[in-house]
């Protein structure tokens, strides 16, 4: 018998004051991903904390985590192994500090292009699509943005 597993992921939309979106490009499992910032819950943590986490460890700053913005409420299996169903938690967030991080203006932009290798880069919330992200949960939050 197949064990069937969860997974909990925890994701952050930070929109700076030029109405532009953080998006994370990345090199997973041998494919370019463009998603929202954030990452897998661990056992014992909170979704927030998750999310304060992930963002210290993707950026180097601290974010406040803000107000819910949507949960996953469909059937998604894995994009990397379809024995998985994955949930998803997006929150609003904003940084503590002065965001100072380097940006990319081309998507997968990256110094070294390896496995996990990672750039951030901001996307006009007035020209974001849902095809602009890799992720199906992603490209709902995506339309959700756009509607807001």
């Not at 991903?33 to 819950?41: A, D, I, M, Q």
């Amino acid at each position: 018998m197949v064990s069937k597993r969860f997974v909990i992921r925890v994701y952050g939309i930070y929109i700076n004051e030029r109405e532009e979106v953080l998006l994370s490009d990345e090199f997973i499992y041998g494919r370019e991903v463009t998603k929202f910032p954030g990452g897998g819950l661990e056992f014992g943590e909170g979704t927030r904390e998750c999310l304060e986490r992930e963002m210290m460890e993707e950026t180097g700053h601290r974010f406040e985590v803000l107000d819910h913005l949507y949960t996953t409420d469909f059937f998604v299996p894995s994009a990397f192994d379809p024995q998985i169903q994955v949930m998803s938690i997006y929150y609003r967030m904003r940084p503590l500090e002065e965001f100072r991080m380097e940006t990319r203006d081309r998507p997968f932009d990256f110094v070294t292009y390896t496995e996990n290798a990672q750039v951030f880069r901001w996307k006009s919330i007035h020209g974001l699509v849902p095809s602009d992200m890799t992720l199906v949960i992603d490209q709902k939050v995506a339309g959700l943005i756009k509607a807001s």
